[in-house]
């Protein structure tokens, strides 16, 4: 009995005690999770940035300074390639996972906004904020006044040359396209005397999708030509069918075709090949917007100083997009304030030029614009550039003319059409698809 009674008495301080001790913890974990911060908010962003070079790791930078302003907040890149945006978004979307925040362009804000799936910014950041903006940047940024995305930065195209070349040969940048001309085949030759040309007056972007489309819709538009535009009317009609269409399709064409001033490839080479052929001196002028620049002396500092821009030259006018680009903050996120605060952060006039001088990327609002960091030759040419940049046009479907405009020339440039055979092709898919305009 006296060993039962003192194995029970051991049982009953060994119980006690784990009870102390238990109780010990839980309250030192309530203690602890008082103490404890509240759980991060994980902001999810679709962003084009993140394929891009020197872009990318800018923006991570960027997030990860404003992660350690804000240790509640952690943001996390979905990446997505810029051809395949307009894709994702309507595929994120259909399935109800869409992220915080999207990139979004003028061209798919309106389809954007027809899916009911961006918020209003002018309600959520205030008409006082957004009226430090440039006034039509908020108007390529809006749908029935409601700003769709925040203008992050402009990338009007221009014509960016080596402005070393121009200056050694004396020759001016080009004012028309006979000038382009002229200079594409001055600088198209033979370097090194092997009988082989290795070096080319013009860096075309031939790819059939909306970085192709990009340059040349504007290079269109200075031969006097819309690709879409309402009339007298006010009813949609293309001017496809004209005969300035012709002549811009045309020559366009023939520096492939005819004139050889540009280099092998032409229907491959997209916006990667063009910038490295440019930084490796294989290519005197290329139509891009001002991120180029940033491109290209990432890959070869050496070219810093020696790239200049100007304005696209003309046949009837100049012309340009404002290439804007933004965030819009999706209409079923859940942390809407939280978002739009970090979008707020990438516009400051601290950040915005530091993302200019990384990535080439023009700022959206008004003080930054008058910053003396854009005055220099590098971009110069994309500043007055925004003065000849048209509005996207507000037909629903606009982003569709992007494959209308490049597969035209692709159809010529490889020779499977004649320019007639293209065009009318390209007119008709484009009546096709006004036809439908509801």
């Known amino acids: 009995m006296k060993g039962l009674h003192r194995k029970f008495v051991l049982w009953s301080a060994c119980l006690l005690s784990t009870l102390l001790i238990v109780s010990g913890c839980s309250k030192n974990a309530e203690l602890m999770k008082d103490t404890q911060p509240n759980n991060k908010i994980t902001l999810r962003i679709l962003s084009v940035e993140q394929t891009e070079k020197p872009e990318g790791p800018a923006e991570r930078a960027l997030a990860d300074q404003y992660e350690a302003q804000h240790p509640d ?16 978004v309507t595929a994120l979307a259909t399935g109800g996972d869409l992220p915080d925040a999207f990139f979004n362009t003028p061209e798919f804000m309106r389809n954007s906004y027809k899916m009911k799936i961006t918020t209003d910014l002018t309600q959520l950041l205030g008409k006082e904020y957004i009226a430090a903006f440039y006034p039509n940047m908020i108007n390529e940024a809006s749908v029935d006044e409601k700003l769709q995305f925040l203008p992050w930065f402009a990338t009007p195209q221009a014509l960016i040359y080596r402005g070393d070349w121009f200056e050694k040969e004396r020759i001016a940048p080009p004012e028309t396209w006979d000038d382009f001309l002229q200079a594409a085949q001055r600088f198209t030759k033979d370097t090194n005397g092997d009988g082989t040309v290795d070096q080319w007056g013009f860096g075309m972007i031939g790819t059939r999708n909306s970085s192709g489309a990009a340059r040349f819709i504007p290079f269109l538009r200075t031969f006097g030509v ?13 001017e496809l069918n004209k005969p300035q269409a012709k002549e811009a399709f045309q020559f366009f064409a023939d520096l492939n075709n005819k004139y050889g001033v540009v280099p092998p490839g032409t229907l491959e080479n997209g916006f990667p090949e063009i910038a490295n052929l440019m930084a490796n001196n294989k290519i005197a002028m290329t139509i891009s917007g001002p991120n180029a620049m940033g491109t290209i002396t990432a890959q070869n500092p050496d070219l810093k100083g020696k790239l200049y821009s100007a304005p696209l030259p003309k046949k009837e006018r100049h012309s340009a997009t404002f290439g804007l680009f933004g965030y819009s903050i999706s209409e ?12 707020k952060f990438l516009v400051t006039k601290e950040n915005s030029l530091k993302f200019n001088a990384i990535s080439g990327r023009l700022p959206t609002r008004m003080e930054v614009g008058k910053d003396q960091q854009l005055a220099s030759p590098d971009y110069a040419g994309f500043v007055k550039a925004i003065e ?9 479907s606009y982003s569709q003319f992007n494959d209308i405009v490049t597969e035209a020339y692709q159809l010529m440039i ?6 007639d055979e293209a065009l009318a092709k390209a007119a008709g898919r484009a009546n096709e698809l006004i036809s439908k305009q509801k």
């Open 226 to 238: 819309d690709e879409i535009k309402k009339d007298s009317n006010g009813k949609w009609i293309t």
């Open 414 to 419: 490889s020779k499977s059409a004649t320019t």
């Open 332 to 343: 079923s996120s859940k942390h809407k304030n939280e978002t739009a605060d970090f979008l």
């Open 73 to 88: 907040i952690k943001i996390e890149f979905i990446s997505v390639p810029y051809n395949d945006l307009y894709k994702k």
């Open 388 to 396: 000849y940049a048209f509005p996207t046009p507000d037909f629903d």
